[in-house]
């Protein structure tokens, strides 16, 4: 029986100690599908593959197993042919997401989006800005992303208040938010894209934040509805920082562009040089264990 064939996005080189009893071959489907793809049985998607990342899947009728590189899966989620195991990259972007978080938050509430215009216009101008410390922040969303932004903010003298779909010891449920919001001067949301949170900021989430609040997504811009966003941005109620929109990209006319006490980043919260060392601990961990005959770490199951 031959060996189990891997495709990998990045040369094996990269893993350091490559796992034994595998072959491996460099492929990017999005450039070309090689014959070899009813071998492979283990498929990871370049990472910025996008939706594009089930094209290649019904023609994989060896495959047992799909290892993304990012946490979220929803755009592979419905298109895992039955018996295939979805393993998520939990822990590749902790460190990456969290750091620019913490960015989007310093950036927004100090106010270095107008400092950065003014130097534009070598114009000198000071002003009293809002401080991270004494702030309470309702962290939405408390998997592994979640946990290390609460790290990072736990050290600014600030409160965090980590909310999840369940409550837990020190942990609130999502169904409390309606009570939670209006506590908050920072809302950061960092919950998968699901059926459950799809849409979960619109008009009446917005209502409930406090006046001068921040709102920072760096999970799936559909988890906010962006007409609704744009509309309360534009009262000049509350502040907003976003890593993710909806559509994306964003549209060069698109109203949250110019809409007021906005910050935008264009989906970067996992591309820096933090990720790549963890990606490839992770797939090597990940083909050691396939190798191996064992179970998989970051397995997806039911609705993911």
């Known amino acids: 029986m031959s060996e189990p064939l891997v495709w990998l996005p990045f040369d094996p080189s990269e893993l350091a100690e490559v796992p034994s009893g595998l072959r491996y071959e460099v492929v990017n489907p999005m450039r070309h599908v090689p014959d070899s793809v009813s071998d492979v049985a283990f498929y990871v998607p370049p990472y910025d593959m996008g939706p594009r990342i089930a094209d290649a899947l019904p023609?994989?009728?060896s495959l047992q197993v799909i290892q993304t590189l990012s946490a979220g899966v929803d755009n592979v989620r419905g298109h895992v042919p039955s018996g295939v195991t979805l393993c998520n990259g939990r822990g590749i972007h902790d460190t990456s997401?969290?750091?620019l978080t913490l960015a989007?938050?310093?950036?927004?509430l100090r106010g270095l989006p107008r400092f950065v215009r003014q130097q534009g216009d070598h114009e000198w101008r000071g002003g009293f800005e809002q401080s991270l410390a004494d702030k309470r922040v309702l962290l939405v969303g408390y998997g592994s992303v979640g946990s290390a932004i609460a790290a990072r903010l736990r050290p600014f003298e600030c409160e965090v208040v980590p909310v999840a779909r369940h409550a837990r010891d020190g942990v609130h449920a999502i169904a409390e938010l309606p009570e939670l919001l209006p506590t908050a001067e920072v809302v950061v949301l960092i919950v998968p894209l699901t059926a459950e949170t799809r849409g979960l900021v619109d008009t009446t989430f917005l209502d409930r934040m406090r006046d001068g609040a921040l709102l920072v997504n760096v999970a799936r811009g559909a988890v906010v509805v962006t007409d609704d966003l744009v509309a309360a941005l534009g009262t000049g109620r509350i502040r907003?920082?976003?890593?993710?929109?909806d559509p994306?990209?964003?549209?060069?006319e698109h109203p949250?562009?110019?809409?007021?006490?906005?910050?935008?980043?264009?989906h970067v919260g996992g591309a820096s040089s933090a990720m790549w060392p963890r990606a490839h601990r992770l797939v090597r961990e990940q083909l050691e264990r396939f190798a191996a005959g064992e179970a998989l770490a970051n397995v997806m199951t039911g609705e993911y």
């Open 59 to 61: 023609q994989m009728t």
């Open 97 to 99: 997401t969290a750091e």
């Open 104 to 108: 989007l938050i310093l950036a927004s």
């Open 240 to 245: 907003a920082a976003l890593d993710v929109t």
């Open 248 to 252: 994306e990209p964003l549209p060069a």
């Open 256 to 266: 949250l562009w110019t809409a007021p006490n906005v910050l935008v980043s264009p």
